[in-house]
T-cell receptor, first 113, second 114 residues
Framework: SAVISQKPSRDICQRGTSLTIQCQVD?????MFWYRQQPGQSLTLIAT?????????ESGFVIDKFPISRPNLTFSTLTVSNMSPEDSSIYLC??????????FGPGTRLTVT | GDSVTQMEGPVTLSEEAFLTINCTYT??????LFWYVQYPGEGLQLLLK?????DKGSNKGFEATYRKETTSFHLEKGSVQVSDSAVYFC?????????????FGKGTKLSVKP
């Protein structure tokens, strides 16, 4: 399985600022995903990021709030823009491998004050 | 739409007890089914999977069987350890949804006491 790292592992940010989260994979992958896990909740897919094309966002998530870059087959970033306390969550990236399974990074724990 | 329902927690067991976490699903077609585990402070790890009816996924003493007739994928372990304390998520890959999109249940928190 792919080994996935994320930076930063955690951060505390002020309301109104932006944070960019990096996701690095140790092998080339076609599909990468970004999820949000709000406190005590399950995972919600934010968007699918394919190299060389615009990210595909799920209902309730927009590019202005969560811009995503995918410059190559091993790297992606997610920016959380103009943050509010409601954005406090764990953000996870994942990659698709095999028959539908996904492998996840360790997550970025974001607290917005 | 496609969905996953799993038993609500928290579940508290003594060490060496038998574990069952129920999971049922709704999907058109034939989804692949997964159990993920999230240890405290960590990301999700794939625990086991099954891709077709009657398949049994197994790993680290955990098992789950893909039951199409009951649309279920219950997680079991014969003897739990303190180190199994974690949140367990049942998930499916929707055959009719976005490519690669995993649909998760709400998670079941397991606490194992010595």
């Amino acid at each position: 399985s792919a080994v996935i790292s994320q930076k930063p592992s955690r951060d505390i940010c002020q309301r109104g600022t932006s944070l960019t989260i990096q996701c690095q994979v140790d092998s080339q992958v076609t599909m990468m995903f970004w999820y949000r896990q709000q406190p005590g909740q399950s995972l919600t897919l934010i968007a699918t990021a394919n190299q060389g094309s615009e990210a595909t966002y799920e209902s309730g998530f927009v590019i202005d709030k969560f811009p995503i870059s995918r410059p190559n087959l091993t790297f992606s970033t997610l920016t959380v823009s103009n943050m509010s306390p409601e954005d406090s969550s764990i953000y996870l990236c994942s990659v698709a491998q095999g028959r539908g399974e996904q492998y996840f990074g360790p997550g970025t724990r974001l607290t917005v004050t | 739409g496609d969905s996953v329902t799993q038993m609500e927690g928290p579940v508290t067991l003594s060490e060496e007890a038998f574990l069952t976490i129920n999971c049922t699903y709704t999907a058109t077609g034939y989804p692949s089914l997964f159990w993920y585990v999230q240890y405290p402070g960590e990301g999700l790890q794939l625990l086991l999977k099954a891709t077709k009816a009657d398949d049994k996924g197994s790993n680290k003493g955990f098992e789950a069987t893909y039951r199409k007739e009951t649309t279920s994928f219950h997680l079991e372990k014969g003897s739990v350890q303190v180190s199994d304390s974690a949140v367990y998520f049942c998930a499916l890959t929707s055959p009719g949804g976005s490519q690669g999109n995993l649909i998760f249940g709400k998670g079941t928190k397991l606490s194992v006491k010595p």
